[in-house]
């Protein structure tokens, strides 16, 4: 029994240290699998916010090609708002998962920065509707637009901790008033 006490020592201190060893590295997993986790997330975050920005924008050229047509845009190829109609309303469609999936996975400022640019667009959809021809309304619009996307493309950015991006804006040709 005394060899028994004599090593009592040395076997607490194995399992001591084997049991800081086991929690050590539930912890490490731990803590690996939440950084993957919150990894995935915002993978799948910038996805949403990447896929919402895409249906908006192909409304939004859709209805810069109407407004061509009827001489409020510089765009190269007019399309007639006949034409656009049902390309708009395909837009539309898909433009309504993406923003349901932007609620649910967005950031509170994100989402209403993309009600505020989404607001734009809509008002660019029903003035090409209209038939309105008032380039000068029309470019104020466009720029509306503009400040709408560079909002919400900054608080993405914001959200998901990216750097500062540039706001890209393209010199176009201006439209002669009539």
Known sequence: MSAFIQQLP???GVVIGALGSYLAVVRSDGARF???QAARWEERRLSVYA????TLKKTVTLACRAASHLGNDPHPHPLS????APLLAEATLARDPAGEALVLLGSPNVVEKARAWVTVVLEMEQFQRDRTRD???WQALVERHRVGRDGYYAAVRDD?????????????PTVDQP
Request: proline share 13%; hydrophobic share 45%; charged share 25%.
């Open 10 to 12: 040395a076997l607490i």
């Open 34 to 36: 939440r950084r993957e």
């Open 51 to 54: 896929d919402y920005a895409s």
């Open 81 to 84: 708002p006949e034409e656009a």
């Open 135 to 137: 380039p000068a309304a």
């Open 160 to 172: 998901l901790e990216l750097p500062p991006g540039l706001s890209v804006r393209w010199q176009f």
